[in-house]
């Protein structure tokens, strides 16, 4: 009868446990310290903060997105940073780069693809700035990893993730 209840304890520990972590997920402040956005996940992705904002992946590591707020002079300093990772990760741009830059919903956003290959194969690397408008001048980057697998098997999951985006 022990060894019952023990199990049953053990059990509902874990479903406890497990409904915790899920409810980590949802509405997602970019930024703590600079409270400026929010962005809605789904309830299965992980989350966690890094040094300017928070990164996401999808359940089977696939795609791999960051949130950062920084200052508009240091964008070109974080995507070096972000390249030095890539580099270290075995990724490889083998793609031009094309920017477009248009407004949504009365904010500046600036998109930027890059095309690459990791050992893993092909691959999706996209940066997003989103001028959030704020007092501060800074700005919300994205960055976006994915296999050709991971994004066309998340597209719907990704475009609501961005459509989520929402500004305080």
């Known amino acids: 009868m022990k060894t ?17 972590s899920q409810a980590l997920a949802g509405a997602v402040p970019i930024t703590s310290a600079e409270p400026v956005a929010v962005v809605t996940i789904p309830d ?5 903060r890094v040094e300017r904002g928070v990164q996401i992946k999808t359940p089977d590591e696939e795609i791999y997105i960051w949130f950062e707020l920084v200052p508009a002079d240091q964008i070109d300093a974080l995507q070096k940073e972000h390249d030095a990772y890539f580099a270290r990760e075995g990724v490889k741009f083998t793609g031009a780069t094309e920017t477009l830059t248009r407004e949504v919903n009365g904010r500046p956003w600036s998109f930027t693809e890059l095309k690459a290959t ?3 194969g092909p691959s999706i690397i996209r940066y997003l700035a989103i001028n959030p408008k704020v007092a501060s001048g800074k700005i919300i980057m994205m960055t976006y990893w994915a296999s050709l697998e991971g994004h066309a098997a998340h597209e719907a999951a990704m475009k609501a993730v961005i459509d989520s985006i929402a500004f305080k």
């Open 118 to 120: 990791s050992s893993d």
């Open 4 to 20: 019952i209840l023990g199990a049953c304890a053990l059990a509902a520990m874990l479903a406890i446990s497990a409904l915790a």
């Open 44 to 48: 299965d992705w992980a989350q966690s």
